[in-house]
């Protein structure tokens, strides 16, 4: 695909860093035109110094994507300065592990509020533009949306959401000329999912590296994945090659999934 997203421009949501930063360094590489969107200016002045080193300087925007006027900045400075969005990643998110009794509303509004209603926001305001483009929406959503458990409920109800949204906005992308397709990582060596590692040992009284022992043990892979695997196949998804991919949610985990697709 070498050169192929070349002037392309690139929305990425919560993009400075883990996923959503391999998934900015990937399409720098191949020429676009990256924007970066995250609620952290040094992780942003972070990010955009290493991706401009292998491509073009990103543009970055900093706010907090779970409120609409954030989200409508975000939409506003791509408008202005290109008038043109090729594709939009939607990989914002921070839903929190714990046990449920402990789990307050505050923390299941805020979860919601960022992963579905900053992707939903994002994607209703760039879709005039990705519908010009006849461009690609990846949402990067995770694998508890279809593998349940009891320490990670607000993430795996969020996600179960965040798919059913993404499947119903292809049937409208079918009609728009503009694909629709979701990722769901797995366990992927990131700083949120150490996070997550803590949260969940607190919640079970177990130390952090015999929870990440358990995890590798459990799933049968060799390895955890890296943001460098899932930025592979959003490139993918995103080129000409993959127009006849609508309406799919593909896991990167290694084959844990359980059940049938």
């Not at 299941?108 to 939903?120: E, I, M």
């Amino acid at each position: 695909m070498s050169g192929e997203f070349k002037g392309r421009i690139v929305v990425i949501s919560g993009g400075s860093r883990g996923i959503g930063r391999g998934i900015a360094l990937a399409f720098a590489r191949e020429g676009a035109q990256t924007v970066l969107a995250s609620s952290s200016e040094p992780n942003l002045a972070a990010a955009a110094k290493g991706i401009a080193a292998v491509g073009p300087a990103p543009v970055t925007i900093a706010g907090d994507l779970r409120k609409l006027e954030a989200c409508e900045q975000v939409f506003k400075l791509v408008n202005e300065r290109f008038r043109r969005c090729d594709v939009l990643v939607n990989n914002a998110g921070a839903t929190r592990a714990g046990n449920f009794l402990d789990l307050p509303d505050e923390m299941w509004l805020d979860g919601f509020a960022l992963k579905l209603f900053g992707a939903v926001r994002l994607t209703r305001l760039f879709w005039p533009l990705l519908k010009a483009a006849e461009g690609h929406v990846v949402s990067i959503i995770g694998g508890a949306a279809r593998t349940v458990e009891p320490e990670f409920l607000i993430g795996g109800s969020v996600n179960a959401a965040s798919s059913n949204f993404a499947k119903g906005l292809s049937k409208l992308g079918m009609r728009d000329g503009v694909n629709v397709n979701v990722i769901h990582p797995g366990q992927t060596a990131t700083e949120r999912t150490e996070r997550l590692f803590e949260q969940r040992a607190a919640a079970q009284g177990k130390s952090v590296e015999e929870l990440r022992v358990e995890a590798i043990g459990k799933s049968g892979t060799r390895r955890m994945a890296t943001p460098e695997d899932i930025a592979e196949l959003t490139l993918f998804l995103c080129s000409e090659r993959a127009r006849q991919i609508q309406g799919v949610a593909i896991g990167v985990d290694g084959g844990t999934t359980p059940g049938l697709y």
